[in-house]
């Protein structure tokens, strides 16, 4: 019984360690998808295919926030209101969310040339917010470690 206890706890250690790992690597993973989305939709532009067009093609975080957008016009938003609304699940970053309303403001009334230097800037500014969360999820492996060796440092003081 002392033995699945002592595993119990290793295992506990560890999985607190993993989490707290993945929660300093989840911006980082969020903005690279953001950027591979950002060139299908860049892919798509140049095809000029609609907005509403690629919305309904491509399947992704940054496609789902045009969605919403689209949606919100649709329903007699105001511009600025819609763009709030697809960026929403940035407002904790506000880089990311500041860049992402900049990009969304207007976007259903922007010509080929202005979109193409939309997705320019965001991209310019996704780059960087991607360089500084690689910083932080550069911690990540650390971060496991500590867990790994906090559970292992239990198991011995326990045995």
Not at 110 to 121: A, F, M, N, P, W
Not at 148 to 154: C, H, I, P, T
Request: proline share 1%.
């Amino acid at each position: 019984m002392k033995t699945a206890g002592i595993l119990l706890l290793f295992a506990l250690c560890t999985a607190i360690g993993m989490r707290a790992a993945s929660r300093k690597t989840e911006r980082y993973r969020r903005i690279g998808a953001l950027i591979r989305n950002l060139r299908l939709f860049s892919e798509a532009a140049d095809a000029e295919i609609s907005l509403q067009g690629i919305e309904k093609q491509y399947d992704g975080e940054l496609f789902s926030m045009l969605q919403t957008y689209l949606n919100a016009r649709s329903a007699a938003a105001r511009e600025a209101d819609a763009a709030s609304a697809a960026a929403e699940a940035w407002k904790p970053f506000d880089f990311e969310y500041a860049a992402l309303l900049s990009f969304f403001t207007g976007l259903s009334t922007t010509g080929s040339e202005r979109l193409h230097e939309r997705i320019r800037s965001l991209e310019r500014a996704l780059s960087e917010a991607e360089q500084a969360a690689a910083e932080t999820a550069k911690q990540a492996k650390t971060i496991r470690a500590v867990g790994v060796l906090a559970g292992v440092g239990l198991c011995i003081l326990l045995l």
